[in-house]
């Protein structure tokens, strides 16, 4: 069976398109319509073959890289200093740096980043926050829904992580404790470090990903 090639079939598109251009201004349109189409067709599985790299499913590793989950800059690799002190989070998968295969393979691996005040964290949190950067799945434990909004708690004047499923509130400074809602435990904690200004992984998640099972 023969491998697709999508630049040979963006060329064989050109090619149509010139040919019926000399001929009838209607038939040009329509074509050039396909040729997008076609030229779309021959690209889109390559991208979603992404997902199925050996290694983008497994768990975060040590020395993984993190990289954006999404916007403009997706794909591209997290430094301290992109992060602004007291938020937002920024939403970002674990990179390989070997291979490059970023392990978007399974959605548990997506976490969450917010750059805090090493003062306010306590000391658990702090020895795995590397300027204050503190990292977590994104994953909520309650029925697994992603957290998605960094807002004032519900019984407090500081901003937290929430679910906006059930309204499940996570402290990003007491470990992801849970601080409001029906969430059964605390998100699970991915350790850090920052190498030459990237953010690294620096060992396994803590605690357990994902949601309560049976609950």
């Known amino acids: 069976m023969s491998e697709s090639n999508p630049s040979a079939s963006c060329e064989q598109c050109g090619e ?14 329509v074509l050039t319509a396909l040729a997008g189409c076609a030229c779309l067709a021959a690209i889109e599985p390559a991208a979603a073959d992404d997902e199925e790299q050996p290694g983008a499913s497994e768990r975060p590793q040590k020395a ?14 997290i430094k ?10 920024v939403r970002a998968w674990p990179q390989d740096p070997k291979t490059s295969v970023i392990r978007k393979g399974s959605r548990l691996n997506e976490v ?13 949190t ?11 799945s994104i994953i909520c434990s309650h029925a697994g829904c992603p957290i998605t909004a960094w807002v004032k708690q519900d019984q407090g004047d500081k901003n937290v992580l929430k679910c906006l499923c059930h309204n ?7 470990n992801a404790q849970v601080v409001f809602g029906p969430a059964p435990r605390r998100l699970a904690a991915l350790p850090l470090t920052v190498a030459d200004g990237a ?17």
Do not use: H, M, W
Not at 80 to 89: K, Y
Not at 112 to 124: F, G, I, T
């Open 64 to 77: 993984d890289v993190l990289v954006r989950a999404e916007g403009d800059k997706a794909g591209q690799v």
């Open 168 to 174: 499940s509130e996570y402290d990003p400074r007491q």
């Open 80 to 89: 301290s200093d992109d992060l602004t002190l007291g938020g937002p989070p």
């Open 199 to 215: 953010i690294t992984v620096a060992a396994p998640f803590v605690g357990k990903v994902g949601a309560q099972q049976g609950g």
């Open 112 to 124: 969450v980043l917010v750059k805090l005040d090493p003062n306010e964290l306590d000391d658990a």
């Open 126 to 136: 702090r020895a795995r926050a590397p300027d204050g950067i503190v990292c977590y």
């Open 16 to 29: 149509s398109e010139a040919a019926a251009s000399c001929t009838d201004p209607t038939r040009r349109a």
